[in-house]
């Protein structure tokens, strides 16, 4: 045991800078923010390693699918991509590129950085934040010859002042769909991420392009906020979600449903996205009526002792943690990081998971 008490004393310098976000961050994800029309919006962003250590590959801002660089620094969590680089094509032909946005408070506007590294922050759980203040969008080259902005309808902007992040997809939303007849359209499926908190949390890709946040009630029944979800034209100007169907809904009352955390389930009640005519003050329907659409997310599980990330596996992300924890830097449920079941975390727990790692 001795030999292992001092590995983990030298381990206490050395490993403890590295828990400050996941060891790989590949995969997809949905970034979420507000365009510049104040609608709720995100897009797919997938992540893929590159060659060289630490090197990424990263598409999908502003549903433009090129391929740009990034470089992910997994002791500090940090994702840095160079700015200027090329996302993809507008519908006439122009380059955009994907840039810094400084959101600029005194003067109440988004400041376009063109030299600015676009720098993001992931955490343990494996989303990720833009920094306070900052977001992301697009320029490019007009026929003068000089940067312009490409902002089509606000909808190439994600807005620095009210926080953008980086979201790992954990499930789906599926839905039975009706058209604005009433009959009856093959379902949609799209990928989501739900990020929960103590009031409720937050379902990201709802038909694939927008976000609500939702509260749950003492028994299990969800209430959403009503925000507007994207820009139509000048007249009939933000859609937002309304319960009900095209043929009747409820102007003024958002998604509702139950959640079942256990399972793992969101069953949302009939939901209409509509358009408000600004002249009149009415609302039409816009794309027909979703009839229960359903939810999934990563149920619960027991809590594995040991598993200090709570990430369902037991190796050095979980032993990084844990000398945190130690240290007093960070945080964790005490039924995984007591490895010893002594009822105190300390530097014999450290021990302890050391052997449970190496298997003795």
């Not at 993809?88 to 590129?97: I, N, R, T, V, W």
């Not at 109440?108 to 203040?133: C, H, M, R, V």
């Not at 009630?217 to 959403?224: E, L, P, W």
């Not at 009839?291 to 050095?316: C, L, M, R, W």
């Amino acid at each position: 045991m001795k030999k292992f008490t001092l590995i983990a004393a030298l381990l206490l310098g050395s490993l403890a800078a590295f828990a400050s976000g996941p060891a790989d961050i590949t995969g997809k994800y949905l970034d979420a923010g507000k365009d510049g029309k104040d609608c709720n919006t995100c897009h797919y962003i997938t992540i893929t390693k590159g060659t060289e250590q630490g090197a990424v590959k990263i598409s999908g801002f502003f549903n433009c699918t090129s391929e740009i660089d990034g470089t992910y620094d997994a002791s500090t969590g940090v994702l840095t991509i160079a700015p200027m680089q090329i996302i993809g094509k507008a519908k006439d032909d122009a380059e955009l590129m994907l840039l810094n946005v400084l959101y600029i408070a005194d003067q109440n506007l988004n400041s376009y950085q063109t030299k600015t590294d676009i720098t993001i922050q992931f955490n343990e759980d494996g989303n990720a934040l833009f920094p306070e203040n900052c977001g992301i969008g697009c320029v490019y080259y007009n026929s003068d010859g000089n940067l312009a902005i490409y902002d089509v309808d606000g909808k190439q902007l994600l807005k620095g002042n009210l926080g953008v992040g980086l979201y790992k997809v954990n499930g789906t939303i599926t839905s039975d769909v009706l058209d604005v007849q009433g009959n009856p359209l093959d379902p949609t499926k799209f990928e989501t991420a739900v990020v929960r908190d103590d009031n409720g949390g937050v379902i990201y890709g709802i038909d694939g392009y927008t976000w609500q946040r939702y509260y749950v009630g003492a028994d299990n029944t969800i209430t959403a906020d009503q925000e507007d979800v994207f820009f139509f034209n000048d007249t009939y100007t933000k859609g937002h979600i309304c319960n009900g169907i095209a043929s009747g809904f409820d102007l003024y009352k958002g998604l509702t449903g139950t959640i079942d955390p256990d399972a793992g389930i969101i069953t949302l009640d009939n939901w209409v996205v509509v358009l408000i005519n600004q002249e009149l003050g009415e609302g039409a329907s816009y794309k027909g009526s979703k009839t229960k659409s359903v939810v999934t997310f990563p149920a619960p599980y027991s809590v594995q002792v040991g598993d200090v990330n709570e990430d369902t596996f037991i190796d050095i992300a979980d032993l990084n943690k844990l000398i945190n924890v130690v240290l007093g830097i960070d945080t964790a449920n005490p039924k995984a990081a007591d490895v010893n079941q002594d009822t105190f975390v300390d530097i014999a727990d450290i021990n302890a998971l050391i052997n449970l790692i190496l298997g003795i």
